[in-house]
């Protein structure tokens, strides 16, 4: 079965460096996203791309977040000066809007540990 | 604004059937799911509804009342495999993307 893949499994980074998470949807989606779960907590909406642009975007998601797809296949998070807060795991998902029903088929997560 | 409540925690034992609530106010409706999540995993499609009524998958039945924004999953025969978070996610009509905003999800404890 088609998954989404992520890389790295886990990052750990100095407050205040930038960190770029990567991602490989699945071939044929058309919609990514990208959520965060901070330890113990929900999982939470940052950000929707398609077609080349943000679809849209959370408050979390401010001017320190970008993100982008530098070619047919990768779609990365970058996050400019990180922050102990950023601390979380964040999970890469797509979807095919082919149907109103499409389901987010998520990615295993990259694990970003801020110090 | 949006708004997703279920029940942080449930125990069960093998082999029992257990439900898990959940209740939504949000800006608008276009269909609600619910993940399963097992610790340091990601999410996994488990059930969608869109209209009232029950669907069902093998062990797992959801359903849905829209006048009532509400959702239950329902586990039968359950199985320590089953122990995990369960996640509601609502999908709302009018948010420019497609993206789904999950409930805090309810951690179920299957026990032999």
């Known amino acids: 079965e088609p998954e989404v893949t992520q890389t790295p499994s886990h990052q750990v980074t100095q407050m205040g460096q930038e960190v770029i998470l990567r991602c490989v949807p699945i071939s044929n989606h058309l919609y990514f996203y990208w959520y965060r779960q901070i330890l113990g907590q929900k999982v939470e909406f940052l950000v929707s791309f398609y077609n080349n642009e943000i679809s849209e975007k959370s408050e979390i998601f401010d001017d320190q977040f970008s993100v982008e797809r530098p070619d047919g296949s990768n779609f990365t998070l970058k996050i400019r000066s990180t922050k102990l807060e950023d601390s979380a795991m964040y999970f890469c998902?797509?979807?095919?809007?082919?149907?109103?029903?499409?389901?987010?088929?998520f990615g295993s997560g990259t694990q970003l540990s801020v110090l | 604004g949006q708004n997703i409540d279920q029940p942080t925690e449930m125990t069960a034992t093998e082999g029992a059937i257990v439900q898990i609530n959940c209740t939504y106010q949000?800006?608008?409706?276009?269909?609600l799911f619910w993940y399963q999540q097992h610790a340091g995993e990601a999410p996994t499609f488990l059930s969608y509804?869109?209209?009232?009524g029950l669907e069902e998958k093998g062990r797992f039945s959801s359903f849905l009342s829209r006048s009532k924004g509400y959702s239950y999953l329902l586990l039968k025969e359950l199985q320590m495999k089953d122990s995990a978070s369960y996640l509601c996610a609502v999908r709302a009509l009018n948010q420019a993307g497609t993206a789904l905003i999950f409930g805090k999800g309810t951690t179920l404890s299957v026990s032999s």
């Open positions: 998902a797509s979807s095919d809007r082919s149907a109103n029903n499409e389901k987010l088929f």
């Open positions: 509804n869109v209209l009232d």
């Open positions: 949000t800006s608008g409706f276009n269909g």
